[in-house]
């Protein structure tokens, strides 16, 4: 598996270069809608540069029971004012199964939203929706610098399920030499594993 490990002056200039990218295709968004939790960042940014004073933020969590993830979407953080006949711009980090930013362009229409587009950093090819615009194609595991501890995390369940005998050190080298993490991050979060 190939990873690409972002760190935050990574995630701004594709971000800009993502703008640049929206500025030429002449859509001027009335609303940007972050979508929680990735989306912040780069919707955040995006609106610092394309000038929109109107920042917003959906957030879309997907349960059928307690702790498990199931098949309906259900809005935990809604949108708040009207967004009847608006310019919406849905910012995401990742287009990766495509399911949130699918089911965030549906709410937002169904609020009444005038042009819909949909905006990401990066796009895997597996993804139910093709965003408007996106920076980078890719069918990489993508860490973002916000997301450290989660990846560490996912990737340490990865490793484990893989080989169920490496001990802590080898999934650290795995994480550092494999991956891409930086050693004090790396050990940073394998203490508190």
């Known amino acids: 598996m190939d990873y690409l490990i972002l760190t935050w002056e990574d995630v701004y200039n594709l971000t800009?270069?993502?703008s640049e990218r929206i500025v030429k295709s002449g859509f001027k968004p009335d609303v940007i809608v972050g979508i929680a939790r990735g989306g912040w960042i780069p919707a955040r940014?995006?609106?610092?540069?394309l000038f929109a004073e109107t920042l917003?933020?959906?957030?879309?969590?997907?349960?059928?029971?307690?702790?498990k993830r199931g098949r309906e979407p259900k809005i935990t953080q809604p949108i708040t004012?009207?967004?009847?006949?608006?310019?919406?711009?849905?910012?995401?980090?990742v287009a990766d199964t495509?399911?949130?930013?699918?089911?965030?362009v549906e709410h937002v229409k169904s609020l009444g939203a005038g042009d819909v587009k949909s905006a990401v950093l990066h796009f895997k090819p597996w993804s139910r929706v093709a965003p408007d615009y996106f920076m980078v194609k890719t069918e990489?595991?993508?860490?973002?610098?916000?997301e450290m501890?989660?990846?560490?995390?996912?990737?340490?369940?990865v490793f484990r399920n893989e080989n169920p005998s490496l001990n802590v050190k080898e999934?650290?080298?795995k994480l550092v030499f494999e991956v891409g993490f930086e050693p004090t991050v790396a050990d940073y979060f394998m203490k508190r594993l």
């Not at 940014?45 to 540069?49: A, F, N, R």
């Not at 990489?140 to 916000?146: A, L």
């Not at 501890?149 to 369940?157: N, Q, W, Y």
């Open 171 to 173: 999934i650290r080298d």
């Open 98 to 104: 495509g399911d949130s930013l699918f089911h965030a």
């Open 81 to 93: 004012g009207t967004m009847e006949g608006k310019s919406i711009l849905l910012v995401d980090e």
């Open 140 to 146: 990489s595991w993508t860490v973002y610098p916000w």
């Open 16 to 18: 800009l270069r993502l």
């Open 56 to 67: 917003q933020n959906i957030r879309i969590e997907y349960y059928s029971d307690v702790g």
């Open 149 to 157: 501890r989660e990846s560490i995390i996912a990737l340490v369940k």
């Open 45 to 49: 940014i995006l609106s610092d540069v």
